[in-house]
């Protein structure tokens, strides 16, 4: 999805997910504290996060990484969504970032700096979390192959009673 396409679709979004849309496809400083404080402050003003976990040399990642682009701009409004670049090479993921546009900004992480929000650790990429508002969880290990299997998930868990 183009960004003018995600932008139009996302007009409107209230003030919190507004600006995550405004850092869109971009990588944000602060790695795993920063991303952390943008999980806790999303739940505390009531919204469901998901997070993608991605790396740019990643061949899976690349494969579902066109449905979070599709499925952020149709549920942007609702649901926070942020990415996680795990143990990559910044300017790549820069570089991947602008070829593959998603309405939602990444912080840099690595395995050991995300175990806290994965029980058990992540075990690859792609991997994706939904964190409900209270703090329920629902860990996603492995890639999304269509947006059906994606949409269900966060119709499920992020805005359903799921978590």
Same mark, same amino acid.
């Given at each position: 999805?183009?960004?003018?396409?995600?932008?139009?679709?996302?007009?409107?979004?209230?003030?919190?997910?507004?600006?995550?849309?405004?850092? @869109?496809?971009?990588?944000?400083?602060?790695?795993?504290?920063?991303?952390?404080?943008?999980?806790?402050?999303?739940?505390?003003?009531?919204?469901?996060?998901?997070?993608? $976990?991605?790396?740019?040399?990643?061949?899976?990642?690349?494969?579902? &990484?066109?449905?979070?682009?599709?499925?952020?701009?149709?549920?942007?409004?609702?649901?926070? &969504?942020? =990415?996680?670049?795990?143990?990559?090479?910044?300017?790549? @993921?820069?570089? &991947?970032?602008?070829?593959?546009?998603?309405?939602?900004?990444?912080?840099?992480?690595?395995?050991?700096?995300?175990?806290? $929000?994965?029980?058990?650790?992540?075990?690859?990429?792609?991997?994706?979390? &939904?964190?409900?508002?209270?703090?329920?969880?629902?860990?996603?290990?492995?890639?999304?192959?269509?947006?059906?299997?994606?949409?269900?998930? $966060?119709?499920?868990?992020?805005?359903?009673?799921? =978590?």
């Amino acid at each position: 999805m183009s960004s003018k396409s995600a932008a139009a679709e996302l007009a409107g979004s209230p003030p919190p997910l507004a600006a995550i849309h405004a850092q @869109a496809s971009r990588i944000l400083p602060g790695g795993q504290n920063a991303l952390d404080a943008r999980i806790k402050k999303l739940r505390s003003e009531g919204y469901a996060v998901v997070l993608n $976990i991605w790396a740019s040399w990643c061949q899976p990642c690349q494969a579902e &990484f066109g449905l979070f682009g599709r499925a952020s701009a149709l549920y942007g409004k609702d649901v926070a &969504f942020l =990415g996680a670049d795990s143990q990559d090479n910044v300017a790549d @993921a820069q570089a &991947f970032l602008r070829s593959h546009h998603v309405s939602y900004p990444s912080y840099e992480t690595t395995p050991s700096s995300i175990e806290h $929000i994965l029980k058990g650790g992540l075990q690859g990429t792609p991997t994706t979390v &939904f964190i409900s508002p209270l703090g329920g969880m629902f860990v996603h290990p492995y890639n999304y192959t269509s947006l059906g299997a994606l949409e269900a998930d $966060i119709q499920s868990h992020a805005l359903g009673s799921a =978590g």
